[in-house]
């Protein structure tokens, strides 16, 4: 890949790379840093990607770091995050809608969340998402029926608690 190619494909998806990011790790930061590091990733490895598969290798290196981060923040951080794991008291109009589906995004498996993600955030095919995460065309389909069906079984059961 050459220097204008990778300016340029850097350019056209850093916005869906931090918000991808952003939407799985829920914190601007270290959502910045996903994508600080998968640029100079690709900087790097620039001489074995090709232009064209540029999008999709960044988004599996982002998927990947992403996955390594959350594993290594929850190892280090238990005590803080004891909280999350406990069911969630609702007040009547507390939250607004996107809050509600953001913390029902959020509980899902890091697969699942990629998929949803990819799919219907970034509005990826299930051939781009397959690629991405190496997965079949099949299994993205499965991973994100189950992702739709556990977010629609929390909504319901955050809306009995209202």
Known sequence: MKRSEYNRIVR???GNLF????KFLRNDEDA???????????????????????????FTTAHNAMINFSSRKGR??????????EKPKLKVNTFESNQVVDRAVGILPPVQKSVILLRDLEGYSYKEIA?????S???????????????????????ELV
């Open 131 to 135: 690629e991405i995460l190496n997965l």
């Open 12 to 14: 056209g998806q850093a």
């Open 19 to 22: 918000g991808y990011a952003l």
């Open 32 to 58: 910045k840093d996903i994508v600080q590091d998968v640029f100079e990733k690709l900087w790097m490895h620039r001489k074995n990607v090709e232009f064209v598969k540029a999008k999709s290798w960044m």
């Open 76 to 85: 280090i951080v238990l005590s803080d995050e004891i909280g999350i794991y």
């Open 137 to 159: 065309d099949s299994q993205v389909k499965v991973y994100l029926f189950r992702a739709r069906k556990k977010i629609k079984k929390q909504l319901k059961g955050m809306v």
